[in-house]
Nanobody
Framework: QVQLVESGGGLVQAGGSLRLSCTAS????????LGWFRQAPGKEREFVAA????????DYADSVKGRFTISRDNAKNTAYLQMNSLKAEDTAVYYC????????????????WGQGTQVTVSS
């Protein structure tokens, strides 16, 4: 079992920044790729970003490239999503996700989900 807990969501003005954190427990953190997905009201859950277990490779949805950065600190069992230049359309519940295979997680295969954290961007 892997437990994932997100934090750092909140209300921010358009153009501002937030950093989301995802803290893992239960199994060896570095064995898992980590990712972020989001779901806005009335929309399906969508991929945002993913990072490999070592942190050596990452990818992003086209909608957030150049604005969001995913990173991880395996010594702290924590992954991060730095969100800059936020737009109203970034408003969603953001979920941390884990899978042992980076390539699977990148394309939406998830073994473990966090509970989600709300990000609201005001215009």
């Amino acid at each position: 079992q892997v437990q994932l807990v997100e934090s750092g969501g909140g209300l921010v003005q358009a153009g501002g920044s937030l950093r989301l954190s995802c803290t893992a427990s239960g199994r060896t953190f570095s064995n898992y790729a980590l990712g972020w997905f989001r779901q806005a009201p009335g929309k399906e859950r969508e991929f945002v970003a993913a990072i490999s277990g070592s942190g050596g490779i990452a990818d992003y949805a086209d909608s957030v490239k150049g604005r969001f950065t995913i990173s991880r600190d395996n010594a702290k069992n924590t992954a991060y999503l730095q969100m800059n230049s936020l737009k109203a359309e970034d408003t969603a519940v953001y979920y941390c996700a884990a899978h042992q295979a980076y390539s699977s997680l990148r394309w939406g295969v998830v073994d473990y989900w966090g509970q989600g954290t709300q990000v609201t961007v005001s215009s």
